[in-house]
Each structure stands twice: as structure tokens, then as C-alpha cells.
């Protein structure tokens, strides 16, 4: 059975569980990290010597890297849905997972973090609202793609789409100011149809 390690109130945490779910695997989630601890123990930190959430096993192999371990289940569990058989969609879809971390990850938490995770007394507004701005530009990108394809992963729903719709639910929960970005808003929409995404992802903010 796959295992599963990491708090469920991560973005990268939630990657794993989403997809998992939608594979219909079965496995175990053992919660760690944040207010649970643990990262830090010494059998954690074999598994994951950057003491960072997920961690995976399946079987004998130990994977860590949110990403990469949506990747490897899958290619592995689902290939030719989740995981496109064709290198170029392939190729594709691995590109917006990729964006998602390099492009969107950094000003996404300086907002999500100052507005979700602050005290109101704490919060820098500055860095929030700078944060909104990268977040609406980068998010922009992202809404031109969808007026030619409904999915990041293509003509369906695919990995590639699984590390966006992750920051995607808490971009729309937040109490912020959004700009209207249509296409995006649609893709949104289908992905809360989704039973996978509302057991793992839309569980609150926190």
C-alpha cells in the first residue's frame, strides 16, 4: 500500500493526496509536519533528509519533491489519463507543474502566509499586496493558456493540472481582490465538480 507523509493543510501536501484520489489508490496518510511534528526524527529525516512534506513510500521506493511524486504515481498508476502517453503533451503538461513552483510558489506565499497564517497585527501589507500583484500577473499567463485548451494537461484534466488547482482554491478563497480572468475562472469551476479535488483540496484555508 502507498503511504503517505506530510500535513493536509499543505499546497504541496495536497498535490499527492489530490492525485492520489483521483487514481483511486489505496493508501495510508500519516500526518507530519507543521503542528504535528516530526519531521524532524531521525526515521523521517532517513526517508527525507530535507525534513520537508510529502514524503512517499510505495512498496520499497521512497520518494520526496511534491512534483516528483506526482510524476511517478501518475506514470505509474495512470498513464495515458492522468499522465499523457505523447512526449509533447507529456512535455506540456510538466511544464505548468513546473510553473506552478517556479513562477507562481514564491509570491503565492507571501500572500497566502500574510493573510492566512499572520496575526492581523503582523501582517505586512506591503508584501501582500505586492504579492496580489505578481500573483494576478502570473495567474494571467496561466488564463491566456485556457482560451485555447480547457486543461493545462490538454483536451482532459491531467497532472499538469494538479499543482496550479492547488493554489488555485486558496487564490479564490482568499479575501482578496482577483481580476477577472475568465478562463481561468471556468477551469476553476470544472476542477471543483471534481470529487478528488473537493476531499483533498477544498477542506478550508489554514
Not at 162 to 172: E, K, N, Q, S
Amino acid at each position: 500500500m502507498l503511504t503517505i507523509w506530510g500535513r493536509n493543510n499543505s499546497t504541496n501536501v495536497k498535490k499527492v493526496l489530490w492525485c492520489a484520489e483521483e487514481i483511486g489508490l489505496l493508501y495510508e496518510w500519516i500526518p507530519v509536519g507543521g503542528s504535528f511534528g516530526g519531521t524532524g526524527d531521525a526515521a523521517y529525516r532517513a526517508m527525507n533528509p530535507t525534513g520537508l512534506v510529502p514524503t512517499i513510500r510505495d512498496g520499497d521506493f521512497v520518494l520526496w519533491e511534491s512534483n516528483a511524486i506526482v510524476r511517478y504515481l501518475a506514470s505509474r498508476y495512470a498513464s495515458g489519463t492522468l499522465a499523457p502517453e505523447s512526449p509533447t503533451e507529456r512535455a506540456g503538461a510538466d511544464r505548468w507543474m513546473d510553473f506552478a513552483s517556479t513562477s507562481l510558489a514564491a509570491p503565492f506565499r507571501d500572500v497566502f502566509w500574510g493573510l492566512i497564517r499572520t496575526p492581523p497585527e503582523k501582517r505586512d501589507m506591503t508584501a501582500i499586496h505586492s504579492g496580489q500583484e505578481k500573483c494576478a500577473s502570473v495567474f494571467a499567463i496561466a488564463d491566456r493558456a485556457l482560451s485555447t485548451q480547457p486543461w493545462f494537461s490538454g483536451a482532459s484534466f491531467g497532472m499538469g493540472d494538479i499543482p496550479l488547482g492547488c493554489f488555485a482554491y486558496a487564490w479564490f478563497e482568499m479575501p482578496i481582490e482577483r481580476p477577472d480572468l475568465p478562463h481561468l475562472a471556468a477551469w476553476y469551476s470544472r476542477l471543483t465538480e471534481r470529487q478528488a479535488f473537493r476531499k483533498t483540496v477544498m477542506i478550508g484555508l489554514s
